[in-house]
């Protein structure tokens, strides 16, 4: 065996057919709802021109994007050229075009900004769409941290509406409330004009994941910490007295909606962005939400990108980061020179909510197949004989196979049992004689003689 | 707009929600079938190490692997090493481990069969899988040939049984005669066993693809050329002479046989070839297989791979090359150290089918979009009353949503039209009092006043 050097990249992850049909229950789960929402699929190459996404995921994206080499560049001719550019591409850290030009997408968000620019003109505004396709990460792996994974995006561009906030809420109660999903979770909501609205109240608007990060802080250290925190990071003692209402937010969504009005009272977006949770929060109030949505004034992700709504989804039984975020960016076009289109949007992690599947054990058992009936190959006879009866079998819609080699049953069984066949099919001389199929249950060992008509009953009612 | 270098790599493709529509439809329906025949998916990275890929393709297939550069080559300490490894694969025209030691896949035999052997102690043999998933090659782009494109494989592999061939001659019969495919075409049959024989008895192994390419020619340039060109290929009198019966190679399959066994008469491997075709087509004549399947002596694609049947499939329609093929192949996962491990599969092309559909218009009008009904927005009440009427709808399984802003009809109507969407749902002051929905279809421009319940049978039942 030569096999030592057999493997994959690091980061990087083999699916055996078990992991897939779990994979797909979630994807198919995903499209099957983003679609009952009026949301359709687009989908984007792997590889992008290295200039479209620079610069957009700031210097450390940046580090972490996977680079084509080009093809072909040993055929250049001009070989002193290419040696004085690799070493020019050394010296500036940075990769000369002679070596690449082109790179593998790192999320779905900038191809999508691409894609709407480029394609305006065949676009119907509001544009709603679904995306799920693997992105590339050079990042260093780690537990749940993969350098190729998936990303499940449903944006609308192109609407100012509350209603599509409302929508994308609905869709993930929705998601994680599915009969055979079923992962409980917590919704976690804020507005970035309200973090605006603070900034520009206390005047330190370079201040403001410092401060969100040291007030998430409350229920862990306390006041008096989270107060010394803000400190240390400069922020005025003035501004420590405006944030103290803000710091110590509770009770209801009205009393915490009371409490930040009185504090943003001077500031125009501060208003609007409350004034936008409000109606959001009324709305899907009227509508039949299981999930717990909570306004969450500490949530700040992606902050230099989204303007308005900022969503986060929490698994409530598994310590694992968010499972699904996202929020509104009025300028995600503005990166190709497509000013003024808004837009809102989630990303479902479907990895991880794979893992929290997993750990919770929300899989059923049945999953990890497909294939309900195998029939037993007895020898050339019978075999010739089964193939009929499977044709009919498999024309009623049901998944079944025959082994294929002439060879000891209990091979032939151990086969079936491995691959989570349910039932097997025993046709010896007998059964062909008498027109019948003996149909073994795996699970109960029980076995009976049927019809053709009879199994395909059975089975499709198991 | 600064969009004027917007764009994407040559030879790769955004898809838009119409396309991804119809090749949803087509992926859907390869899938739903290869479950049906017991086999499962699988997935493998986009990324594999370049050992693993290298050598695999031949010298021309090795320079159309897409290489990915190395993270982080800039933060190597030692420049000098780097510049002088540099040097050095500019020398040896091949790149060196320092700039690249991962690479896109090429197809996914080579990965396949890297999983199979990597994974062996958890598969159960025969290991019936299929696989769909972007494959990458920096082919010079052209009509009908891109640089990123899906492959669909389905194969069996630790099975010698001629039953699966028969079963895949199934697979390919249905998927091409599905009702809502229906892409009429002809399966060209071979055996590479044959083809050895043929060699054999000639003496001139290296010369079997030369005589295919010659043969095949018959048709359009007769008998008298065919051998001319023999001639020029260097193949000896005698040769020529014995190859006349397969030359002039006609009639039924069975007159085709005689002729065969005759001429190969003293190749023991030529005439085992012979018995597996007759036992295939045996097998399948006693099945309903609608799909015109033709001897073809001349098929030898992939010939230094196949060591039994050669599969391959031509649409009758449309000129465009073949639109799936494969066969047997006894030593794929030799390359990475396990023996003897026989295996056959296809791989159907989805990205030609879908040409091949389009081209003789095979998607039905209503593929283009998945949303049914959409709801005019006519206010901030009328909206939150359309709210309850979409989530009842919905959770019926209809795709369904309201037009996010509350703008002029005539652009909400633009929208459902050209999304698509079949009917439009008006919901004002009357039809609020009255509890009833005016429902337009947007194809008759008729209207009714309908309850939900019978808007939703509407929807349902067209």
């Not at 025959?402 to 039932?423: C, E, V």
Request: hydrophobic content about 40%; glycine content about 6%; overall charge negative.
């Amino acid at each position: 065996m030569s096999d030592l050097k057999l493997g994959i990249p690091k980061g990087t992850r083999d699916f055996s057919p078990s992991e897939m049909v779990r994979r797909n229950f979630i994807f198919d789960t995903l499209k099957k709802i983003f679609q009952k929402y009026g949301y359709l699929p687009i989908e984007t190459p792997a590889m992008e021109n290295i200039t479209t996404l620079t610069g957009k995921y700031g210097d450390e994206g940046d580090q972490l994007i996977f680079k084509i080499l080009n093809s072909r560049i040993h055929e250049s001719k001009n070989k002193d050229l290419l040696k004085e550019e690799f070493e020019k591409s050394l010296e500036h850290s940075k990769n000369s075009e002679i070596l690449t030009e082109k790179a593998l997408r790192y999320d779905l968000t900038v191809p999508f900004a691409r894609y709407v620019v480029q394609h305006r003109n065949d676009i119907t505004f509001p544009f709603k769409r679904y995306q799920m396709q693997p992105v590339w990460r050079a990042d260093r792996p780690q537990k749940g941290r993969y350098r190729e994974f998936y990303q499940c995006d449903v944006d609308v561009i192109g609407s100012k509406s509350l209603l599509n906030e409302v929508e994308l809420l609905q869709i993930i109660d929705e998601v994680f409330n599915e009969k055979n999903l079923n992962v409980p979770v917590l919704i976690k909501l804020n507005n970035r004009k309200i973090l605006s609205g603070i900034a520009e109240v206390i005047g330190a608007a370079d201040k403001i994941i410092d401060i969100t990060v040291a007030i998430d802080k409350l229920d862990k250290i306390g006041l008096v910490k989270v107060n010394e925190e803000l400190r240390q990071k400069n922020v005025s003692e003035e501004a420590i007295s405006t944030l103290q209402p803000i710091i110590k937010l509770s009770g209801s969504l009205d009393e915490k909606m009371i409490a930040l009005k009185y504090v943003l009272a001077s500031s125009i977006i501060g208003l609007e962005g409350i004034s936008e949770i409000q109606k959001v929060f009324k709305t899907i109030n009227t509508l039949n939400i299981k999930t717990d949505v909570e306004f969450d004034v500490t949530l700040a992700r992606g902050l230099n990108y989204y303007t308005g709504a900022i969503f986060e989804v929490k698994a409530k039984d598994v310590e694992i980061g968010s499972i699904c975020g996202g929020g509104r960016y009025d300028d995600l076009t503005g990166i190709f020179g497509m000013k003024d289109v808004s837009g809102v949007g989630v990303s479902f992690g479907a990895d991880r909510i794979y893992d929290v599947m997993l750990q919770t054990n929300k899989f059923p058992a049945e999953a990890a197949t497909l294939t309900k009936l195998m029939f037993v190959n007895f020898g050339d006879n019978e075999e010739k004989y089964c193939l009929g009866l499977l044709a009919e079998i498999r024309s009623n819609g049901i998944s079944a196979e025959i082994y294929p080699d002439q060879t000891k049953m209990k091979k032939q069984l151990d086969y079936a049992n491995n691959k989570g066949i349910a039932y097997v099919a025993l046709v010896g001389e007998n059964e062909i004689n008498e027109n019948l199929i003996t149909l073994k249950n795996m699970n109960t060992g029980e076995q009976k003689k049927l019809s053709v008509a009879e199994v395909i009953q059975e089975l499709n009612e198991n």
